[in-house]
């Protein structure tokens, strides 16, 4: 019975982190069809702001503040200089993509130097949930993401930007014909995307290893997260990180990680075969 | 490319590699003889990406897989044949797991983004399981001490034996895919990248090609990937990364994707670049493999032998 509350509470610590993550990616998948692969340098630029606020003698709280906007100012330039000329090319944007997140890695480790750096957590020890004890930064991580994904689902569903979003995620010409700025829309919400990976990597900087190469592993697994969920909703995104996020959970306490990754990647590519779009196809009831 | 000046540029090509060896030292050609390897894998997943259009993002697997089981094939205590059933189970390791990943993948109507996706991740994951699976595969020491290429008595581990191996091999291979892909083959493989229904609809069964297509573009990759063991005696987890499957995408676009010539020239061309660079600061590398990848799709999506022709049509152009 611990055993099972805790991997449920560990479960739900890696969803909330892949479902921030995917966010971004949702997006430029359902929107534009774009391919962003120097979406996971987006989280290493959050963590680095939290680690470079708390060696200014910040805290981590502002760090926290700070990561997002940082995303989004690295998903904005991005978006300005390469992304948006290659809307019709989308191999071009792969390939692009992914030059842009080496210069990123390489530029983050002139910076900043070798080696892993250390994220002080702002908060020690574990809280008493009756069952069990947990650490309690962890709870506040469950917390924060699931919030923000509240947020986020507010946006979308209750405000006339969520609309214009939702529009032309479900048809891009129909969209354009109703006079919606689809590339500003796009714009924006690629932006916004970057946001939350950057504070998705302020969230996680405490638990994992603050490297300039850490994003390439969160880009694996919320890339997985957006296939089996299905791009461009977010109904699709919950249900990717649970099953992605759920599945290794349980599987790590069995086997060794990187098996238990294997295995998660063929249990995704077997979901391809039965389930083409995804669990929750955009344009479903629950979209 | 037209054919004859495939064939021409195949034929000089040929002829400049045979007469090498009378002026270059044996240092020089071994450098030569490991690059023209990539060159052949860099070939493999040009035949892939150059005729479906769609780019592969874990080739490296195929690649590492063939060197893998080459390694622990040949270092088998007591196996009559080490090299050739090496080669034959390290081609037939890496189109099993081609065809598996094809058939959910193509026939579940995966095409495009979501492939290069998945088999991006497919390398993330081979690297980490031959990092951790340290029993069979070494860890990240590797294996060491694999022996070079025998055939029965026929010893083709010295210098020039093994530059000529992979010449010949490189030729071969090379001549086959171009045959392939200019043929029935290829011109259904065009029908289905420029149209898939209208190719469906014409009775081609594209999954299915295209998964056969890919089983081949794979086991070409597992054979540059098998020779590669053979002849440096050593194989690691870079064999397998994302690092190598990004690299050989740069020597094919370098090159010019659809060429199969050209990304052989880009490999040789593009390592001989990194020895250079990597030589006066390593950490350079990736920052300039990073600025090549967005040169390329915004000066020179053709590759680097697209110059010449650009440069004749503004001739042409001058003339007229």
């Known amino acids: 019975m611990e055993v099972a509350a805790t991997t449920l509470l560990n479960a739900l610590t890696l969803i909330s982190i892949l479902a921030l993550v995917g966010l971004g990616l949702t997006i430029s998948f359902g929107l534009m069809n774009v391919t962003n692969l120097a979406h996971g340098e987006f989280v290493a630029i959050g963590a680095f702001s939290v680690y470079y606020i708390q060696s200014l003698g910040g805290s981590f709280w502002l760090g926290l503040m700070v990561a997002p906007l940082a995303g989004a100012a690295a998903g904005f330039i991005l978006e300005w200089l390469i992304l948006r000329h290659l809307y019709d090319r989308p191999v071009g944007a792969i390939l692009a993509t992914w030059g842009i997140s080496l210069i990123l890695q390489q530029s983050l480790e002139l910076i900043f130097g070798l080696g892993a750096k250390p994220v002080v957590p702002p908060v020690d020890g574990v809280s008493d949930l009756g069952l069990i004890t947990y650490p309690t930064y962890r709870l506040i991580l469950i917390s924060i993401a699931a919030t923000t994904l509240l947020a986020v689902l507010l946006l979308l569903r209750r405000t006339g930007f969520g609309l214009d979003i939702r529009t032309v995620i479900q048809n891009r010409e129909m969209a354009e014909a109703v006079g919606i700025n689809t590339r500003r829309a796009f714009a924006v919400a690629f932006a916004f995307g970057a946001a939350v990976a950057g504070l998705a990597g302020a969230l996680v900087s405490p638990l994992a290893t603050v490297l300039p190469q850490m994003g390439v592993n969160y880009l694996a697994n919320s890339f997985f997260v957006v296939i089996v969920g299905g791009a461009g909703s977010i109904t699709g995104l919950l249900a990717g990180s649970s099953f992605v996020g759920g599945f290794t959970s349980i599987l790590n306490y069995q086997i060794s990680p990187s098996l238990a990754q294997a295995l998660v990647l063929t249990a995704a590519i077997v979901l391809v075969r039965l389930r083409p779009n995804g669990f929750v196809p955009v344009g479903s009831r629950f979209s | ?320």
Request: aromatic share 10%; glycine share 12%; net charge neutral.
């Open chain 2, 1 to 320: 490319m037209r054919d004859p000046s495939w064939l021409i540029a195949f034929a000089i090509g040929l002829l400049l590699l045979a007469l090498l060896p009378t002026w270059v030292d044996s240092y020089n050609l071994t450098v030569l003889r490991d690059a023209l390897i990539f060159g052949l894998f860099a070939a493999s997943l040009d035949f892939f990406w150059g005729r479906t259009g769609i780019l592969c993002f874990g080739h490296s697997v195929f690649f590492g897989l063939g060197a893998y089981i080459m390694a622990l094939v040949s270092m088998t205590p007591d196996i009559p044949l080490p090299s050739l059933l090496g080669l034959l189970a390290g081609i037939t390791g890496a189109g099993l797991l081609a065809g598996a990943v094809g058939y959910f993948l193509f026939f579940g109507g995966v095409r495009g983004s979501y492939f290069t996706i998945v088999t991006l991740a497919l390398s993330v994951i081979a690297q980490q399981v031959a990092v951790s699976w340290s029993s069979v595969t070494g860890g990240d020491t590797g294996l060491i001490g694999i022996p070079p290429l025998m055939f029965g008595g026929l010893d083709l581990s010295g210098d020039v034996a093994s530059y000529f191996t992979v010449v010949a091999l490189l030729a071969t291979v090379l001549l086959g895919l171009w045959a392939l892909s200019r043929g029935r083959w290829g011109r259904i493989l065009t029908a289905i990248s420029d149209n898939e229904m209208r190719a469906a609809a014409l009775g081609h069964n594209a999954a299915l090609r295209l998964t056969m297509t890919f089983v081949i573009s794979a086991s070409t990759a597992a054979l540059a990937g098998a020779l590669y063991v053979a002849m440096a005696g050593l194989v690691a987890p870079d064999l397998i990364g994302l690092l190598l499957a990004t690299e050989v995408i740069v020597w094919v676009a370098v090159g010019g994707r659809g060429t199969l010539i050209g990304p052989v020239v880009g490999a040789v061309l593009v390592q001989r670049a990194q020895q250079e660079i990597s030589s006066f600061n390593p950490s350079l590398w990736p920052l300039i493999i990073g600025c090549v990848f967005v040169l390329i799709v915004f000066l020179l999506p053709e590759g680097v032998l697209s110059i010449g022709t650009r440069i004749r049509a503004l001739f042409r152009r001058g003339a007229a």
